[in-house]
Each structure stands twice: as C-alpha cells, then as structure tokens.
C-alpha cells in the first residue's frame, strides 16, 4: 500500500447527526431542538443546526424539531434521513419513522405509541415519568431529552445539563434538572432493551 493510500485509510469519516424531535403542541419540542443544538455548539463546539415546524394550533397540533449535528459545515439546514427520532405520539411515529437511516434509532413514548414499525426501537415512560416521578407533564421534553442523549451520546450529558440550566425559565432550574436526570435513568435502565422489530 503506497503512503498515500494508507493515510487515506485513516482519515475519520466527518460526523454528522441528524435527529428529529415529535409529537404534540405544548410539549415542549420546540425547546428541546433548541436546548439540545445549544449543547452542541455552546458547550462542545461543534456545527449544529435547529428548525422547527407545527400546525396551526397552539396546543395539541403537530409539532417538530429538527436538529442536525456537525463537525464540519452545514450546508442544508433541514434533516433528510434521521439517526434518531423522538415520537411522544402515535402521528408523528408513523409520519416519521421512513424517514430513519437503515440503523436510526426510534424513541417512543411508551403509552402513546402502541403500533411499532420495523426497525430498532426503544419505548420509554416519558410522559408518565414527567407527570409522576417529576410532578409536571410540563418537563415532559427534558426528560425525553436526558433520555435522548443517554441513550445516543450525541452529546454529553454534561453540556446538556449546561444548556437546560440556560434555557428553562428562572425559577424551575431544580424541577428540570430532577426531569434531566430521570431521563438519564430511563436511559441506562433500557440501555440494553433496544428492540430490532
């Protein structure tokens, strides 16, 4: 093998990520894009981009939040084949889920979303944990996103924390945290249950 053959071999494949965030109007999908670009590019320097779309209502319409993360430019800001897919209902699982990678990860809530396409899968208590474990539905995003993030490592837990804390409104810091770091639980108590359906 010639010299430059060899280092060719070796050159890393740039990283590029792209994630999209479902489900209804009110939770908080919005947001989490935001929180979870500002992770990656506040706090771990990397490329990161975030768009949003929902329907007409305020409340209860279609919601999503799509984030793309990068060590090299981003040139198209908009997601075209997802790594990974938070579905919080049944609408945005099924709308969605075509558009994963042959090995994306699909993140369910598991008392929304009871019919499961084919590919590899995780249902988690989200909301529940969000309205039982945390006492608010309210944090139901950041306790998917502590989910999210414990599961991928697209970003680390700690600049997560960094940007939740910088983003959540003054006064409920404590409450999101205790729902980041319930998402973080779930996460490594189903780390191994990741279903290939």
């Known amino acids: 093998m010639s010299q430059p ?13 792209e994630i999209r965030l479902s489900g209804s109007g009110g939770q908080g999908m919005i947001l989490a894009g935001v929180i979870l670009a500002e992770a990656a590019a506040i ?45 919080l209902n049944q609408v945005s699982c099924d709308k969605y889920a075509r558009d994963l990678k042959d090995n994306g990860l699909l993140i369910v809530d598991q008392d929304a979303v ?34 999210l993030v414990g599961l991928s490592g697209v970003v680390s837990r700690e600049a997560l924390r960094k940007a ?20 973080f639980k779930l996460a490594d108590e189903h780390q191994d249950k990741v279903t290939e359906l």
């Open 43 to 87: 706090y771990e320097g990397k490329n990161a981009v975030q768009t949003q779309s929902y329907g007409p209502e305020a409340r209860g319409g279609a919601s999503k939040s799509e984030v793309i993360i990068s060590d090299t430019e981003i040139l198209y800001p908009k997601t075209s084949r997802l790594d990974y897919l938070l579905a």
């Open 164 to 183: 939740v804390l910088s983003r959540v409104p003054k006064g409920t810091e404590q409450l999101n945290l205790k729902a980041l770091k319930l998402g």
């Open 5 to 17: 053959e060899r280092k060719k071999s070796k050159e890393k494949k740039p990283l590029k990520i």
């Open 114 to 147: 009871e019919h499961l396409p084919i590919v590899k899968v995780v249902s988690l208590p989200l909301v529940r944990t969000a309205r039982e474990e945390v006492g608010k539905a309210v944090t139901t995003n950041i306790v998917s996103l502590g989910a």
